[in-house]
């Protein structure tokens, strides 16, 4: 069996909780360690979209969810023993979801955005 850092481990908790914030911190302390790996850092651009999306910023969740795709799709169908085709879908339905004629909305309005889907991730065996 291949380990991990324990930050890995632990962003899937908090990422299948909605907790996207805590979900970017875990990840960046990954990355942070190996700035080359690619993988994590597709995760952490889709984990960074799904926040700002939360919070109103539309055009730079689009931005982090296109660039998210184009950092995970060499390691398909799986890296790290995470399975990325659902994770890939995930975010293609995201970038359908969100306008295209908007740029940000006022945290105050963003619960009025279409609501993005839900995606939930574990490791495989």
Known sequence: MEFFPQDYYEFFV???DGDYY???????????TDRSNLFIK???QMTVA???????????AREMMRVAKQY???YQPSHWQLDLI????????CLSLMPLHIDKVDFS????LLTLP????????
Not at 22 to 32: F, K, P, R, S
Not at 109 to 112: D, F, P, R, S, T
Request: charged share 20%; aromatic share 14%.
């Open 42 to 44: 597709g995760l952490l």
């Open 50 to 60: 799904l926040y700002h999306y939360e919070y109103g910023n539309v055009k730079g």
């Open 72 to 74: 995970l799709t060499p």
């Open 22 to 32: 805590t979900g970017h911190d875990l990840l960046e302390a990954v990355w942070l």
């Open 109 to 112: 309005e963003a619960h009025k």
């Open 86 to 93: 659902p994770v890939l879908h995930f975010i293609e339905h």
């Open 14 to 16: 908090v990422f299948n």
């Open 118 to 125: 839900r995606l939930f991730i574990n490791l495989m065996e």
